[in-house]
């Protein structure tokens, strides 16, 4: 949420890093590498 | 308010990737002073700078910050200082530096410093990079939200960089403070911010809310206080998570259509630069395929166009040397300045270019924004060890040297996967240990070539750096098990534009890492030098003597000529000097691991650094010191054990010692700065002792299975 990531931002996930575990997300414009959990968190402050 | 050096404090503040650092150094040139914030290992970057005006100030540059509500221990560093104001680095006046770019989520930060009260300049960076994407600013509306000044630049162009020293002469002539806030408290926050005011005797209602609302850790209030402040808490039921939540949100809504209105986009079209390189770069296959071609290409420059340097630095050294060898009288502190201190300071600057160079390209791969994607990209194989993709880093530069490897773990929030990082990264085979690789691999393997191309000797190189790379994973796997985790891991990191670097901020970088390896090292190595030249130098009165009179006996009998006589006066006056004693002393430890007390001797002054094995060698075999490796080599491969004709040097004992100096701590100057990051002798102790343990052990293992 403080990276910017707020509702109803476009949140694309472009690929899985080549030995697992992390992903590459595409949020607006901005590229960031985030864990299984992390990408999870977003999800549930997507909803608030 | 008071400061240590009573100039008005202007921190730098702003997001990472804002190219906040850049502008900083920028601004700064030369005049930097590195040292540590207060009780934490995060580096403070200040400069004392004068404004236009002749007004003196003070600049920090502050670690790059997303919001008020921090997630590592740097974005608490920052919380910590700017809301208590007798903090010695309390800022009276902000330069914030923001992504033209990224302006939506940089300014979160912006709006929330603006309501702490904070006299503030903005910066809008990499205009630029705006300019060419098609982004139109229009400054002036954002300039009527926020009630600052705004202003344009780019590092890179240069362009707006002379507007910033005279907007801060203006803001802290005026003393520009915003005279509403930008974020409406909510009832309940307005409670509890009113409650914490009136108890803390501030009159920034917003500073009240974040202190009540960081409670728990923040390091200045007193237990009273602290205590208070928690019962307000409890009284009102004030849920800090759901109410950063709604501030958040609150000040994107407001600050969003401003954005909008300042920065006009063009549609993008499509896939930018950046996704094309990542396409390849982060590919699942071609990913680590570049990364490690990218690292061989790295390793290859820092031997081949080091060579050169250095070899100007060993013999300006050895001239040096010779030069106060002839123009002095001979005395002890002759010998001290030659043999003790000289010797010394030529084992740490003949590292420099190496280090250097290293350096260079690893800044340049930072700058880029490549590594950030060598961290995710190797993030869940470093998890399986305990550490973090940001160890990737350390263990990298550890090929150079472990120095910079383990100053370079600082950026790892979590304690258990940085102490991991910093005690395995010295196991990677350093440029420190070549010299020694070198010597003995010979004895090991012979020099041929396989189908005419691939030469076994370098065959055998890899192997030793294949052997420090599984010591890594068997020890990391260990620690991972025993140490215990205070705090939660995560990785969430901007994987930024690819950008082509700021060649003045990378020489800064550059520069200010040499210079700190030279003076934090090489005070130890120096030191360390100092006393193995006196252990060397002296002994027993009686039986230095008598060594003298020895050698020249056999000189005689032998009809040696001059320099024969003085390489094996000194060779004898090594035996029985003091170092000589503990050799002799430990020879019963390392004898099953097949090396006698010379070995002995050379391990003890290996620890100053390991390429000091090869000059403990040429003077052990009296070869002089200017000899090379091969002659160095000869003698070894002549020496037999006393009263049998087995060979000291074979295949079983070099490759136990090759194994021994693969793992073993022989560093001082590692220990030191290992010490240094983790506020205790202990950790250099435990690392000292684990991978000496692996040493005798490997060692131990190879010598009797090939014996």
């Not at chain 2, 990472?16 to 650092?21: Q, R």
Request: overall charge neutral; aromatic content about 10%; glycine content about 6%.
């Amino acid at each position: 949420m403080n990276l910017g990531i707020m509702p109803k931002t476009k949140v694309t996930m472009v690929r899985k890093s080549p030995f697992g575990g992390a992903f590459y997300i595409k949020i607006d414009n901005i590229q960031m590498a985030m864990r299984e959990s992390e990408a999870n968190t977003i999800f549930i402050q997507d909803i608030v | 308010m008071t400061h240590k050096t009573g100039l008005p404090v202007v921190a730098v503040l702003g997001n990472p990737n804002s190219g906040k650092s850049s502008l900083f150094n920028y601004l700064t040139g030369m005049r930097q002073d590195v040292s540590n914030f207060p009780g934490v290992t995060v580096d403070k970057k200040n400069a004392s700078m004068v404004l236009p005006s002749g007004k003196s100030i003070q600049i920090i540059d502050f670690p790059g910050t997303y919001s008020v509500f921090p997630n590592s221990a740097e974005e608490k560093l920052v919380i910590n200082t700017i809301t208590n104001p007798s903090d010695p680095n309390f800022p009276d006046a902000v330069l914030y530096v923001a992504d033209v770019t990224q302006l939506d989520r940089h300014l979160l930060f912006a709006t929330q410093i603006r309501d702490l009260g904070f006299p503030m300049v903005l910066i809008l960076n990499m205009v630029d990079i705006a300019e060419t994407s098609g982004i139109k600013i229009n400054q002036e509306v954002l300039e009527n939200y926020l009630g600052c000044k705004v202003i344009l630049t780019s590092v890179r162009t240069e362009k707006g960089m002379n507007e910033i020293m005279p907007a801060l002469d203006i803001m802290l002539a005026n003393n520009m403070r915003p005279d509403h806030t930008l974020y409406q408290l909510s009832d309940k926050e307005n409670t509890v911010a009113a409650a914490v005011a009136a108890m803390l005797e501030t009159t920034n209602l917003y500073r009240a809310k974040l202190i009540a609302h960081h409670i728990e850790w923040l390091n200045y209030l007193s237990p009273t206080q602290k205590e208070g402040i928690i019962k307000i808490n409890k009284a009102e039921d004030f849920n800090d998570i759901r109410y950063q939540v709604l501030e958040t949100m609150n000040r994107f809504g407001h600050h969003s259509p401003i954005v909008n209105k300042t920065t006009a986009k063009c549609p993008t079209s499509g896939k930018t630069w950046t996704d094309k390189i990542d396409n390849w770069i982060t590919h699942k296959i071609w990913g680590p395929i570049i990364f490690f071609t990218i690292m061989l290409i790295v390793f290859q420059s820092i031997y081949s166009w080091a060579e050169l340097p250095m070899e100007w630095i060993e013999k300006g050294f050895a001239m040096a040397g010779s030069f106060l060898n002839d123009h002095l009288q001979d005395s002890w502190w002759s010998d001290l300045l030659i043999n003790g201190v000289l010797a010394g300071l030529g084992g740490v600057l003949v590292f420099v270019p190496q280090i250097t160079i290293l350096f260079l390209l690893i800044a340049l791969l930072e700058e880029s924004g490549y590594m950030s994607r060598v961290v995710y990209m190797f993030d869940s194989i470093m998890q399986h060890l305990g550490m973090n993709g940001r160890s990737m880093v350390s263990l990298i530069s550890s090929g150079a040297c472990a120095i910079p490897a383990i100053m370079a773990t600082r950026t790892i929030s979590n304690q258990k996967e940085r102490l991991i990082t910093i005690l395995v990264s010295p196991l990677i085979s350093c440029s420190a240990r070549l010299p020694v690789y070198a010597v003995l691999i010979g004895f090991v393997v012979p020099d041929v070539k396989i189908w005419n191309v691939i030469n076994l000797q370098g065959l055998a190189f890899m192997g030793l750096y294949l052997l420090g790379i599984i010591g890594v994973i068997v020890s990391s796997l260990f620690f991972k098990k025993i140490l215990k985790s205070e705090s939660t891991s995560y990785l969430m990191i901007e994987l930024p534009n690819y950008k082509p670097p700021i060649w003045k901020n990378v020489f800064l970088l550059v520069k200010e890492k040499v210079l700190s390896f030279i003076i934090g090292a090489g005070k130890i190595i120096l030191l360390i030098s100092m006393i193995l030249w006196f252990l060397a130098s002296y002994g027993p009165r009686e039986k230095m003597q008598q060594s003298v009179v020895s050698a020249e006996k056999y000189s005689i009998e032998n009809g040696l000529n001059d320099d024969e006589k003085s390489h094996l006066i000194a060779s004898y006056k090594l035996e029985s000097s003091y170092i000589g004693h503990l050799g002799k002393f430990i020879e019963p430890a390392i004898k099953p691991l097949g090396f006698d007390w010379k070995i002995g001797i050379a391990l003890l002054t290996s620890f100053a650094a390991r390429e000091v094995f090869v000059g403990t060698m040429a003077t052990i075999y009296s070869v002089g010191n200017d000899s090379d490796e091969m002659t160095i080599r000869q003698k070894m491969a002549a020496e037999m054990r006393p009263g049998t004709n087995i060979k000291i040097y074979n295949p079983a004992s070099a490759l136990s010692l090759l194994v021994f100096y693969v793992f073993a701590m022989q560093c001082m100057s590692t220990l030191a700065i290992t010490r240094k990051e983790t506020n205790t002798w202990k950790w250099s102790i435990v690392q000292f002792s684990y991978m000496g343990i692996l040493a005798y052990l490997g060692a131990f293992t190879v010598y009797h299975l090939l014996s």
